[in-house]
């Protein structure tokens, strides 16, 4: 399907409401906060080091996403940006090449972060799982440290966004296959809010929040939980013919070290008296370990752990399926 290049606004999007999409951090490992402020005007934009052409700011791709959100939920109050930025690369201006650190002037300190990801919630738009509030949100991850920028400019600038729902009493992000694009390659801001535009638009909602409910319908015994970690610790030391039949995995040991101790400690999702735990509880577990992800990797594993609960509903309910986690 050819996509319409759409028109990039150059005035800024106020959303109604000045308060900034959740109160607490979606993501926590390694990142500092910032503002849309403080990266349009404060942080230099990356250039391609042969032509010194830019590549698209992380500002632009916040801005955008803004925009088009805007657009499509005209009717909807939007809260401002969170932004979440890791690994800075730091500079200075030419007339201070002699001086030393802490002799540096703010205005001689040149500053970028190479990763960056940010969400925008939609409290307007709202549903409950479980007694959990849930509201739409929709955000994206940007790594330099992907694009080729040794290079010229024309080569595929890279980029990931999504649209799912944020849990509420916890900031968990429940992001699936459907609301998930992976790494797209652009070579224009024009062709990023063109994708960016035609998957919001076509995300399915209601799908999602069906499937969502249905974790909460299907419960594992504690032996179940206890097998289900065990396979999760064999599962990086396998052979790789044998990894090959199995869905990914892609949640480690400090991440399954959180879901074991949370199991039995949160204070929203822990097990029932009997030991017992359902799958949305499961998989907020799942998600809230992710927070201790870098930000390359945490879209991947929001989408991971959707899909590995779901492949354990399957199993529980017998429609034919096999869960090697679960036999």
Known sequence: MELQLLPVKTNHIEPIENLISTSKPFIEANTIESSLD??????????????N?????????????????????HDEQILQPNIRLSHPI????????????????????????????????????????????????????KSYNLDRIQGKKGADEMFSFFIGYQNKVCTN?????????????VKHLHELRALMYAMFEQYNASHHLFHLRKLSETELTEHQFAQIIGRCRMYPNLPT????????????????????????KDDSFCRQANGNINLWRLYNLFTGSNKS????SFLDRSVNAYNFCEQIRWALEDQGHSCWFLS
């Open 90 to 141: 730091k500079g200075r201006v030419p007339s201070a090449k002699f001086k030393s650190p802490n002799e540096l002037e703010e205005h001689e300190k040149t500053l970028y972060f190479e990763r960056g990801a940010f969400v925008l919630e939609i409290p307007s738009i709202q549903t409950e799982i479980d007694g959990n509030l849930l509201s739409l949100t929709i955000g994206g991850v």
């Open 53 to 73: 052409e830019r590549l698209i700011s992380m500002a632009e791709f916040v801005e955008s996403c803004q925009s088009i959100v805007t657009d499509i939920y």
């Open 293 to 296: 992800s870098y930000i390359d």
């Open 173 to 185: 992000l429940c992001v699936w296959t459907d609301g998930y694009s992976k790494l797209v390659g």
């Open 38 to 51: 403080e990266i349009r005007n404060r942080h230099i934009i990356p250039v391609y080091a042969k032509d």
């Open 241 to 264: 013919e044998m990894k090959q039949t199995i869905s990914p995995l892609l949640f480690g040991d400090a991440q399954l070290n959180a879901v074991v101790r949370d199991y039995y």
